[in-house]
């Protein structure tokens, strides 16, 4: 052979093995779903439409016909900025560090987007972000408002369209958080709502209550955009959808509270030809098994660190079961007009909630007492209204522990924390949330203690510390009312 020949002969074979690469990594894309995640802000699950709620969501209850909605979704802590951490990282917050409000993550953490990128997935985040840092959470990132960028996100499904790239999105709605400013109140009538029934009912309550389900009606059309946006472009029957409702609403006994109002979100999931059409699971699952399944449908391996565990055998219909125990923990510490420490532990099981208060003695507060809302409830029970009275006194002032029939008791009203005959059912919760907290490394009151050098705010002062010990680390709007 001449060396001419050889040469065009291994150029040839060059070309080839080229060509394979690029059409087995256009396969690999190609087989991959997509994932649309869509999260409210500070909307408690059970106000949903599909979720027996008096908000007008036609768009979420559609897709709740056409895919799976869960009934026991929960999240670990019930703030903004510790919620997201939780759902991007895979971990609980004390382990990521992220566990006060306005937090950060350790240094060194992973996130969604070191999961996926590297597989070929663009990995975007639009609308509120409330995640630090950015060595973390390296998202293609857009907002208008601090809510999704409806024209970046159609730029975003057009191009992995036209590329054959998959992406992740994370489309994250700045409602129905306060002060309520969106949506149109004029659909609801505030002498004809009816409110939950461990509320007072004032004229101020019903006037808040209606501007707060008009925003939730905002955020439902925010998520028919997304949907209409995946379907112009072609990718509906790809794509893995999932909404949330994130934590509970503004108002008392929900957000900032270990009460399933605060913790348990609606969760609706489409997958067509994966996700059977208008069915209901009763699976435990956390926000914290999300990232995990994500890596499982796009079949990739669970790094070991992480602590959720994937439910897509419960979405594709091969498993009915996830979780037997769910848990959760607030902290007041650092958070605007919250009590200088006030900690909150709670685990949950399929029939019974047990919540520890590290600081019975303290009187709980945080930025809801000075709402409005609340502010009446105070005026009627210095009025001598008796039930205005205890329904503001069980706000601010909760015993060591708690226990409630969560099966029966939906707003956790009926304390049985020192009833006989639930007394090994309630040793049984303290060890199951003991054993949690030792894996976490959260070490309670010393813990909360701890927060303000996990806020945002402290994170250079932090790292100056860890420096000198020589030791290792691992939008706006509406913030007043965080």
């Given amino acids: 052979m001449t060396s001419n020949f050889l040469k065009c002969y291994f150029a040839s074979l060059v070309v080839v093995f080229s060509m394979t690469n690029v059409m087995t990594a256009a396969d690999d894309n190609a087989a991959r779903p997509n994932f649309l995640f869509i999260i409210a802000d500070d909307c408690t699950h059970r106000d949903i439409g599909c979720y027996g709620g008096q908000a007008i969501t036609p768009n979420i209850d559609q897709l709740a016909k056409e895919g799976m909605r869960f009934t026991q979704c929960f999240q670990a802590a019930p ?235 419960v979405l594709t219909g091969q498993e009915t079961t996830h979780k037997e125990f769910v848990f959760g923990l607030m902290t007041t510490r650092g958070i605007i007009n919250g009590s200088d420490h006030f900690g909150i532990r709670s685990v949950r099981s399929g029939k019974y909630k047990y919540i520890v208060n590290l600081t019975p003695e303290v009187k709980f507060q945080n930025a809801c007492v000075r709402l409005p809302s609340f502010t009446s409830w105070k005026a009627k029970a210095e009025a001598g209204d008796a039930a205005a009275a205890e329904v503001v006194r069980r706000y601010e002032h909760r015993p060591a522990e708690e226990l409630y029939d969560v099966s029966t008791d939906k707003l956790e009203w009926k304390n049985l924390a020192d009833v006989p005959e639930l007394s090994e059912v309630k040793a049984e919760l303290k060890n199951q949330l003991t054993m949690w907290m030792a894996a976490q490394g959260d070490k309670g009151a010393q813990t909360e203690m701890e927060a303000l050098e996990h806020q945002g705010r402290n994170r250079k002062k932090t790292s100056q510390s860890v420096t000198r010990k020589g030791t290792k680390g691992g939008g706006k709007k509406k913030a007043a009312s965080k």
């Fill in 79 to 313: 703030m903004c900025s510790p919620t997201r951490h939780n759902i991007y990282t895979g971990l609980y917050p004390v382990k990521s560090g992220a566990y006060p409000n306005h937090t950060f993550a350790k240094d060194g953490t992973k996130s969604v987007v070191h999961y996926l990128k590297p597989h070929g997935y663009r990995v975007a985040l639009s609308g509120k972000s409330h995640i630090a840092p950015r060595e973390v959470f390296p998202f293609e990132m857009s907002a208008v408002k601090n809510n999704p960028d409806l024209n970046a996100v159609e730029k975003l499904f057009k191009e992995s369209k036209d590329a054959g790239t998959p992406f992740c999105l994370f489309a994250c709605s700045n409602e129905p958080h306060t002060p309520y400013t969106m949506g149109d109140p004029s659909k609801y009538d505030a002498d004809k709502i009816k409110l939950p029934a461990n509320f007072v009912d004032t004229p101020e309550t019903r006037a808040e209550y209606v501007k707060y389900l008009a925003e939730i009606t905002y955020y439902d059309w925010q998520v028919g955009e997304c949907l209409r946006l995946l379907d112009k472009h072609g990718h509906a029957d790809n794509t893995l959808v999932v909404v949330v409702s994130e934590q509970g609403s503004s108002f008392p006994f929900a957000k900032w509270t270990c009460y399933d109002s605060g913790l348990q979100s609606a969760m609706i999931t489409r997958w067509p030809g994966k996700i059977a059409a208008g069915v209901t699971s009763n699976a435990m699952v956390e926000y914290v098994d999300v990232l995990p399944t994500f890596l499982n449908a796009a079949g990739l391996k669970r790094p070991d660190v992480l602590d959720g565990r994937s439910f897509l055998p």
